[in-house]
């Protein structure tokens, strides 16, 4: 056979294993579901699929802001805990606009504003700590991680933050729609004077909370892929030499991206305070972990460069799977934690060793 003709087939050969490698993700995804469909209880219920939707949400936020800073070949470890601040200083502000005599709904917005506002100076301070002074993104993001958790217990008297205004939840509790088969149809407004049969029987269709976060998302990956700015994350992510020479402002371009990682991590911060009704230092703990993984998973190199966001929402869907079915299975939440570690490692060894699969060694 002449070298081309082979060359030819080994292309023909390897094709599958690259398709494999590059979706391995979204082949995972589909499997998870059919084994828990299989395995569980009415798993493909409407309303068990939409807890999929609202457990993948928190994760989803933090891994937005994640997946600015990988693809630039950083990692962020203070999201958890920026989060916990912001549920904190979230919940603070409700209570305070509260008590000052303004209305519900003025003081949950004014809120979730100034939360917003206050959370970016972690970005900030990250940001500057390792673009400006050089400090290994590892070791800022981690001394952060540990200063937010402490301002957050100080500002929270190292207890839950209650007392907030009841609409905050309802904001954060409520549907779209309300169906009540054979009778009606609701559009934001639970259906009133409801006998206890049909209570039970109505349908709950989309969150309020997970189409409201998923337009910052949308409106990010569009930043992403679609503007300089996202051209410049990648090119920094890729050779950050490379792109000192092109003239990228890459100091004030890297203090951005820490910046959004924060706003992420407080934007979840604003939906926990807003479907649980509380602010808690810890909110975030567990999540940090789930944020990288779900980047990981979804083809972002922990070497930078690559990286998007469907496919950290792929890797946050399979986590929010993972957590929901385990709970469906009633298998205990701690095998969780084993679960998502083995994922990552099986993502960071496709990455380590299979590069020319995940198309990074093209």
């Known amino acids: ?9 080994n292309r023909k050969a390897t094709a599958p294993a690259r398709w494999l490698g590059r979706n391995w993700a979204i082949v995972f995804l589909l499997l998870e579901l059919a084994a828990f469909g299989l ?7 409407p309303e068990n699929l939409q807890n999929i939707l609202v457990a993948c949400l928190p994760v989803l936020l933090l891994a937005m802001g994640e997946t600015f800073v990988i693809i630039t ?8 805990f920026v989060m916990g601040f912001a549920t904190v200083v979230c919940a603070k502000f409700m ?14 917005p004014l809120a979730a504003l100034i939360c917003l506002a206050i959370g970016l100076i972690p970005g900030l301070i990250n940001g500057t700590l390792v673009a400006r002074l050089k400090v290994p993104p590892f070791l800022a993001t981690f001394g952060l991680y540990g200063i937010a958790y402490g301002f957050s217990e100080i500002i929270s008297k190292n207890t839950p933050i ?29 259906p009133q004077n ?33 503007t300089r700015f996202g051209q410049h994350t990648y090119a920094i992510g890729g050779s950050m030499d ?34 649980y009704v509380s602010g808690r230092a810890d909110a975030g703990s567990a999540r940090m972990l789930d944020s990288v993984v779900a980047v990981v ?22 986590i929010a799977t993972l957590e929901t079915g385990m709970v469906n299975l009633l298998i205990p939440s701690h095998n969780r934690y084993i679960a998502i570690g083995a994922i990552l490692v099986i993502a960071v060894l496709i990455d380590q060793f299979f590069p020319e699969l995940v198309g990074r060694g093209e």
Request: aromatic share 12%.
């Open 1 to 9: 056979m002449v070298p081309e003709a082979a060359a030819s087939t």
């Open 242 to 275: 490379a792109a000192v020479r092109a003239g990228i402002n890459v100091p004030a371009h890297l203090t951005w991206i820490y910046i959004i990682s924060a706003f992420f991590a407080s934007l979840s911060g604003v939906m926990y305070v807003l479907k």
């Open 39 to 45: 395995l569980g209880k009415n798993f493909f219920s």
């Open 162 to 190: 209650g007392g907030l205004p009841p609409i905050a939840g309802e904001i954060g509790n409520e549907y779209f729609f309300y169906i009540v088969p054979g009778k009606t149809v609701s559009f934001l407004v639970k």
């Open 95 to 108: 209570v305070l606009l509260q008590a000052a005599g303004l209305p519900p709904w003025a003081s949950i």
């Open 194 to 226: 409801l006998a206890m049969e049909e209570m039970r029987s109505m349908i709950s269709v989309l969150p309020i909370l997970v189409v409201i976060f998923f337009v910052f998302v949308a409106i990010f990956a569009f930043v992403l892929r679609r």
């Open 73 to 80: 070949g950083g990692i962020d470890l203070s999201v958890g």
């Open 297 to 318: 998973i979804g083809g972002a190199s922990l070497y930078g460069g690559t990286g998007a966001v469907k496919g950290t929402i792929i890797g946050a869907l399979i």
